[in-house]
Protein backbone atom coordinates (compact mmCIF):
# COMPACT_ATOMS: atom_id res chain seq x y z
CA UNK A 1 0.00 0.00 0.00
CA UNK A 2 1.26 3.75 -0.76
CA UNK A 3 1.30 5.71 2.53
CA UNK A 4 1.04 9.38 1.82
CA UNK A 5 3.63 12.04 3.43
CA UNK A 6 2.53 12.32 7.29
CA UNK A 7 1.88 16.00 8.10
CA UNK A 8 -1.96 15.84 9.98
CA UNK A 9 -2.62 13.73 12.59
CA UNK A 10 -6.38 13.33 13.93
CA UNK A 11 -6.41 12.04 17.66
CA UNK A 12 -9.77 10.79 18.84
CA UNK A 13 -9.97 10.15 22.57
CA UNK A 14 -8.21 13.51 24.47
CA UNK A 15 -7.80 11.67 28.13
CA UNK A 16 -4.42 11.17 29.99
CA UNK A 17 -3.58 9.32 26.94
CA UNK A 18 -5.20 11.21 23.91
CA UNK A 19 -4.27 14.53 25.12
CA UNK A 20 -0.32 13.78 25.34
CA UNK A 21 -0.17 11.99 22.47
CA UNK A 22 -2.08 15.58 20.93
CA UNK A 23 0.53 17.44 22.61
CA UNK A 24 3.78 15.18 21.36
CA UNK A 25 2.41 16.12 17.56
CA UNK A 26 1.99 19.55 18.26
CA UNK A 27 5.54 20.17 19.95
CA UNK A 28 6.34 17.91 16.93
CA UNK A 29 4.96 20.18 13.99
CA UNK A 30 2.09 18.24 12.61
CA UNK A 31 -1.05 19.84 12.15
CA UNK A 32 -3.20 18.43 14.46
CA UNK A 33 -6.84 17.35 15.21
CA UNK A 34 -7.82 16.65 18.29
CA UNK A 35 -12.02 14.86 18.82
CA UNK A 36 -13.48 14.31 22.04
CA UNK A 37 -17.50 13.86 22.49
CA UNK A 38 -18.54 17.09 24.11
CA UNK A 39 -16.51 20.44 23.98
CA UNK A 40 -16.20 20.80 27.32
CA UNK A 41 -14.03 17.44 27.58
CA UNK A 42 -12.10 19.37 24.19
CA UNK A 43 -11.59 22.33 26.20
CA UNK A 44 -10.05 20.59 29.53
CA UNK A 45 -8.03 18.45 27.13
CA UNK A 46 -6.31 21.60 25.41
CA UNK A 47 -5.71 23.24 29.10
CA UNK A 48 -3.75 20.24 29.99
CA UNK A 49 -1.45 20.59 27.36
CA UNK A 50 -1.49 24.32 27.55
CA UNK A 51 -0.49 23.96 31.08
CA UNK A 52 2.48 21.69 30.37
CA UNK A 53 3.82 23.63 27.11
CA UNK A 54 3.47 26.68 30.14
CA UNK A 55 5.59 24.57 32.63
CA UNK A 56 8.33 23.65 29.34
CA UNK A 57 8.90 27.73 28.87
CA UNK A 58 9.19 28.18 32.91
CA UNK A 59 11.87 25.47 32.76
CA UNK A 60 13.50 27.02 29.69
CA UNK A 61 13.06 24.08 28.01
CA UNK A 62 11.03 25.63 25.18
CA UNK A 63 10.44 29.16 23.79
CA UNK A 64 7.06 31.41 24.66
CA UNK A 65 6.97 31.81 20.40
CA UNK A 66 7.12 27.67 20.15
CA UNK A 67 4.28 27.27 22.82
CA UNK A 68 2.00 29.64 20.89
CA UNK A 69 2.92 27.84 17.82
CA UNK A 70 2.66 24.81 18.86
CA UNK A 71 -0.76 25.45 20.42
CA UNK A 72 -1.90 27.15 16.86
CA UNK A 73 -1.61 23.49 15.35
CA UNK A 74 -3.79 22.29 17.85
CA UNK A 75 -7.79 22.23 16.61
CA UNK A 76 -10.31 20.40 18.69
CA UNK A 77 -13.52 19.20 17.07
CA UNK A 78 -16.80 16.69 18.01
CA UNK A 79 -17.31 16.25 14.81
CA UNK A 80 -15.19 12.94 13.05
CA UNK A 81 -15.54 14.02 9.35
CA UNK A 82 -12.97 16.57 10.71
CA UNK A 83 -10.62 13.92 10.37
CA UNK A 84 -10.60 13.66 6.47
CA UNK A 85 -7.84 15.35 5.83
CA UNK A 86 -5.56 13.59 8.12
CA UNK A 87 -2.54 11.30 7.04
CA UNK A 88 -3.06 9.32 10.34
CA UNK A 89 -5.59 8.98 13.20
CA UNK A 90 -4.30 8.00 16.31
CA UNK A 91 -7.12 6.20 18.65
CA UNK A 92 -6.97 6.91 22.41
CA UNK A 93 -10.98 5.89 23.39
CA UNK A 94 -12.18 4.04 26.07
CA UNK A 95 -10.47 0.18 26.20
CA UNK A 96 -14.13 -1.68 24.91
CA UNK A 97 -13.55 -3.60 22.02
CA UNK A 98 -17.08 -2.65 20.57
CA UNK A 99 -16.59 0.96 21.11
CA UNK A 100 -13.39 0.86 18.80
CA UNK A 101 -14.70 -1.81 16.08
CA UNK A 102 -17.63 0.99 15.37
CA UNK A 103 -15.29 4.18 15.75
CA UNK A 104 -12.76 2.12 12.97
CA UNK A 105 -15.32 1.53 10.70
CA UNK A 106 -16.67 5.21 10.82
CA UNK A 107 -13.28 6.38 10.05
CA UNK A 108 -12.36 4.42 7.39
CA UNK A 109 -15.67 6.02 6.04
CA UNK A 110 -14.25 9.27 6.55
CA UNK A 111 -10.70 9.35 5.80
CA UNK A 112 -8.85 9.14 2.54
CA UNK A 113 -8.20 5.77 1.15
CA UNK A 114 -4.60 6.02 1.66
CA UNK A 115 -4.94 7.52 5.25
CA UNK A 116 -2.98 5.38 8.34
CA UNK A 117 -5.19 4.21 11.42
CA UNK A 118 -3.57 3.50 14.56
CA UNK A 119 -4.88 2.48 17.90
CA UNK A 120 -3.25 2.77 21.32
CA UNK A 121 -4.85 0.20 22.90
CA UNK A 122 -2.82 -1.41 25.72
CA UNK A 123 -4.24 -4.70 25.77
CA UNK A 124 -6.87 -5.80 23.05
CA UNK A 125 -5.97 -7.24 19.96
CA UNK A 126 -4.69 -4.76 17.36
CA UNK A 127 -5.75 -7.59 14.64
CA UNK A 128 -9.37 -7.93 15.89
CA UNK A 129 -10.24 -4.04 15.99
CA UNK A 130 -8.37 -4.02 12.66
CA UNK A 131 -11.54 -6.49 11.01
CA UNK A 132 -13.81 -3.47 11.57
CA UNK A 133 -12.84 -2.13 8.25
CA UNK A 134 -12.26 -3.18 4.92
CA UNK A 135 -8.88 -2.20 4.48
CA UNK A 136 -6.78 -3.60 7.45
CA UNK A 137 -3.54 -2.95 6.04
CA UNK A 138 -4.03 0.37 7.26
CA UNK A 139 -4.31 -0.39 10.64
CA UNK A 140 -1.42 -0.49 13.07
CA UNK A 141 -0.73 -0.28 17.10
CA UNK A 142 0.80 3.12 18.63
CA UNK A 143 1.29 2.08 22.14
CA UNK A 144 2.60 4.97 24.08
CA UNK A 145 2.92 4.82 27.81
CA UNK A 146 1.32 7.14 30.65
CA UNK A 147 2.44 9.79 30.91
CA UNK A 148 2.91 9.78 27.01
CA UNK A 149 4.69 12.99 27.24
CA UNK A 150 7.45 12.13 29.53
CA UNK A 151 7.91 7.78 28.62
CA UNK A 152 9.87 7.40 25.75
CA UNK A 153 9.21 3.89 24.35
CA UNK A 154 6.25 3.64 21.77
CA UNK A 155 5.46 -0.32 21.02
CA UNK A 156 4.66 0.17 17.17
CA UNK A 157 2.21 -3.23 16.81
CA UNK A 158 2.33 -5.14 13.67
CA UNK A 159 -1.16 -6.86 13.50
CA UNK A 160 -2.05 -9.81 11.28
CA UNK A 161 -2.59 -7.96 8.09
CA UNK A 162 -0.88 -4.67 8.81
CA UNK A 163 1.31 -3.44 5.60
CA UNK A 164 5.03 -2.97 5.80
CA UNK A 165 4.53 0.49 4.70
CA UNK A 166 1.99 1.54 7.44
CA UNK A 167 4.14 -0.22 10.12
CA UNK A 168 7.59 1.60 8.84
CA UNK A 169 5.50 4.96 8.59
CA UNK A 170 4.14 5.14 12.28
CA UNK A 171 7.62 3.90 13.43
CA UNK A 172 9.19 7.00 11.64
CA UNK A 173 6.18 9.18 13.25
CA UNK A 174 7.41 7.31 16.48
CA UNK A 175 10.87 9.09 15.92
CA UNK A 176 9.72 12.22 14.93
CA UNK A 177 7.68 12.61 18.45
CA UNK A 178 11.02 11.90 19.89
CA UNK A 179 9.91 8.51 20.80
CA UNK A 180 12.13 5.58 21.13
CA UNK A 181 10.26 3.15 19.05
CA UNK A 182 10.14 -0.37 19.09
CA UNK A 183 8.62 -3.11 16.62
CA UNK A 184 6.59 -5.73 17.56
CA UNK A 185 3.93 -8.31 16.72
CA UNK A 186 0.00 -8.11 18.19
CA UNK A 187 0.70 -10.64 20.93
CA UNK A 188 -1.24 -10.51 24.46
CA UNK A 189 -0.10 -7.07 26.12
CA UNK A 190 2.68 -6.52 23.01
CA UNK A 191 6.22 -6.03 25.62
CA UNK A 192 5.80 -3.86 28.03
CA UNK A 193 2.20 -4.61 29.26
CA UNK A 194 2.88 -8.56 28.92
CA UNK A 195 5.64 -8.50 31.91
CA UNK A 196 4.45 -5.69 33.97
CA UNK A 197 1.22 -6.22 34.47
CA UNK A 198 1.67 -9.80 36.44
CA UNK A 199 4.81 -8.23 38.03
CA UNK A 200 1.91 -5.57 39.37
CA UNK A 201 -0.38 -7.65 40.41
CA UNK A 202 2.22 -9.60 42.35
CA UNK A 203 3.04 -6.10 43.88
CA UNK A 204 -0.28 -6.00 44.70
CA UNK A 205 -0.67 -9.46 46.03
CA UNK A 206 2.48 -9.25 48.14
CA UNK A 207 0.90 -6.26 50.43
CA UNK A 208 -1.43 -8.48 52.08
CA UNK A 209 1.03 -11.42 52.39
CA UNK A 210 3.74 -9.39 54.12
CA UNK A 211 0.99 -7.28 55.64
CA UNK A 212 2.76 -3.76 54.82
CA UNK A 213 1.15 -0.63 53.85
CA UNK A 214 1.40 0.98 49.99
CA UNK A 215 3.38 3.29 50.86
CA UNK A 216 6.48 0.44 52.25
CA UNK A 217 5.65 -1.54 49.33
CA UNK A 218 6.36 1.53 47.50
CA UNK A 219 10.26 2.37 49.26
CA UNK A 220 10.53 -1.33 48.67
CA UNK A 221 10.60 -1.03 44.86
CA UNK A 222 11.99 2.44 44.68
CA UNK A 223 15.15 2.09 47.24
CA UNK A 224 15.32 -1.87 46.44
CA UNK A 225 15.22 -2.08 42.84
CA UNK A 226 15.88 0.48 41.97
CA UNK A 227 11.92 1.46 40.55
CA UNK A 228 11.39 5.66 39.26
CA UNK A 229 8.09 5.42 41.33
CA UNK A 230 6.51 2.66 43.45
CA UNK A 231 3.90 0.17 42.47
CA UNK A 232 1.23 1.52 44.06
CA UNK A 233 1.79 5.08 42.86
CA UNK A 234 2.02 3.90 39.60
CA UNK A 235 -0.97 1.86 39.20
CA UNK A 236 -2.65 5.52 40.86
CA UNK A 237 -1.30 6.65 37.98
CA UNK A 238 -2.45 4.58 35.54
CA UNK A 239 -5.74 4.48 37.07
CA UNK A 240 -7.23 1.41 39.02
CA UNK A 241 -9.87 0.65 36.69
CA UNK A 242 -7.48 1.20 33.44
CA UNK A 243 -5.16 -1.40 35.32
CA UNK A 244 -8.09 -4.01 36.28
CA UNK A 245 -9.54 -3.69 32.42
CA UNK A 246 -6.11 -4.60 31.41
CA UNK A 247 -5.70 -7.75 33.91
CA UNK A 248 -8.77 -8.84 32.81
CA UNK A 249 -8.36 -9.03 29.08
CA UNK A 250 -4.58 -9.92 29.37
CA UNK A 251 -5.67 -13.01 31.67
CA UNK A 252 -8.58 -14.08 29.36
CA UNK A 253 -6.47 -14.57 26.77
CA UNK A 254 -3.56 -15.90 28.41
CA UNK A 255 -5.00 -17.91 31.23
CA UNK A 256 -1.79 -17.22 33.69
CA UNK A 257 -3.49 -16.75 37.47
CA UNK A 258 -0.54 -13.99 37.90
CA UNK A 259 -1.98 -12.18 35.55
CA UNK A 260 -5.74 -11.89 36.84
CA UNK A 261 -6.21 -8.68 38.87
CA UNK A 262 -6.38 -9.31 43.03
CA UNK A 263 -9.45 -9.13 44.58
CA UNK A 264 -8.36 -6.03 46.74
CA UNK A 265 -7.98 -3.86 43.52
CA UNK A 266 -11.08 -4.97 41.92
CA UNK A 267 -12.94 -4.03 44.79
CA UNK A 268 -11.01 -0.64 44.81
CA UNK A 269 -12.10 -0.56 41.45
CA UNK A 270 -16.02 -0.91 42.40
CA UNK A 271 -15.62 1.55 45.08
CA UNK A 272 -14.51 4.30 42.49
CA UNK A 273 -11.32 4.52 44.03
CA UNK A 274 -9.49 4.94 41.04
CA UNK A 275 -6.29 6.38 41.45
CA UNK A 276 -4.72 9.98 40.53
CA UNK A 277 -7.66 10.82 38.53
CA UNK A 278 -10.66 9.99 41.15
CA UNK A 279 -8.39 11.72 43.99
CA UNK A 280 -8.62 8.68 45.88
CA UNK A 281 -6.67 5.30 45.09
CA UNK A 282 -3.58 3.66 47.30
CA UNK A 283 -3.37 7.36 47.95
CA UNK A 284 -5.18 10.32 48.51
CA UNK A 285 -4.37 13.17 45.98
N1 LIG B 1 1.93 15.21 30.68
C1 LIG B 1 2.81 16.12 30.29
N2 LIG B 1 3.81 16.58 31.06
C2 LIG B 1 3.87 16.10 32.30
C3 LIG B 1 2.97 15.15 32.79
C4 LIG B 1 1.96 14.71 31.92
N3 LIG B 1 1.06 13.80 32.28
N4 LIG B 1 3.28 14.87 34.05
C5 LIG B 1 4.34 15.63 34.36
N5 LIG B 1 4.70 16.37 33.30
C6 LIG B 1 5.79 17.32 33.19
C7 LIG B 1 5.59 18.36 34.23
O1 LIG B 1 5.67 19.64 33.66
C8 LIG B 1 6.71 18.11 35.21
O2 LIG B 1 7.39 19.22 35.65
P1 LIG B 1 6.82 20.20 36.82
O3 LIG B 1 6.45 19.33 37.99
O4 LIG B 1 7.99 21.07 37.06
O5 LIG B 1 5.66 20.91 36.21
C9 LIG B 1 7.73 17.33 34.41
O6 LIG B 1 7.00 16.65 33.41
C10 LIG B 1 8.48 16.36 35.25
O7 LIG B 1 7.54 15.69 36.05
P2 LIG B 1 7.97 14.95 37.34
O8 LIG B 1 8.78 15.82 38.23
O9 LIG B 1 6.78 14.25 37.89
O10 LIG B 1 8.98 13.92 36.67
P3 LIG B 1 9.81 12.80 37.30
O11 LIG B 1 11.22 13.05 37.00
O12 LIG B 1 9.40 12.55 38.70
O13 LIG B 1 9.35 11.56 36.40
C11 LIG B 1 7.90 9.89 35.58
C12 LIG B 1 8.01 11.21 36.31
C13 LIG B 1 8.47 9.99 34.18
C14 LIG B 1 6.40 9.58 35.50
C15 LIG B 1 8.71 8.81 36.36
O14 LIG B 1 8.28 8.80 37.69
C16 LIG B 1 8.53 7.46 35.76
O15 LIG B 1 9.23 7.08 34.85
N6 LIG B 1 7.60 6.67 36.32
C17 LIG B 1 7.23 5.38 35.78
C18 LIG B 1 6.07 5.54 34.84
C19 LIG B 1 5.69 4.28 34.15
O16 LIG B 1 6.21 3.20 34.41
N7 LIG B 1 4.77 4.40 33.22
C20 LIG B 1 4.26 3.29 32.49
C21 LIG B 1 2.92 2.97 33.01
S1 LIG B 1 2.28 1.51 32.24
C22 LIG B 1 1.52 2.08 30.89
O17 LIG B 1 1.39 3.23 30.61
C23 LIG B 1 1.04 1.00 30.01
C24 LIG B 1 -0.39 0.90 29.87
O18 LIG B 1 -0.79 0.48 28.81
C25 LIG B 1 -1.35 1.15 30.98
Not at 114 to 142: C, F, H, K, W, Y
Not at 164 to 186: N, Q, W
Request: with cysteine.
Amino acid sequence: MTVPEIRRIGVVGLGAMGAGIAQLAIEAGYETVGREVADELGDKALERVAHFLERKVDKEQMTGEAREAALARFSLTTDLTDFAECDLVIEAIVEDLDAKLALFAELESIVRPDAILATNTSALSVTEIASAVATPERVVGMHFFNPAPLMPLVEIVRAELSSDEALEAAYAVGERLGKRPIRCHDTPGFVVNRILIPLLNDCIRVLDEARISPGDLDTAMTAGAGWPMGPCALVDLVGIDVHVHASEALYKKLREPRIAPPPRIVAMKNAGLLGRKSGRGFYIY
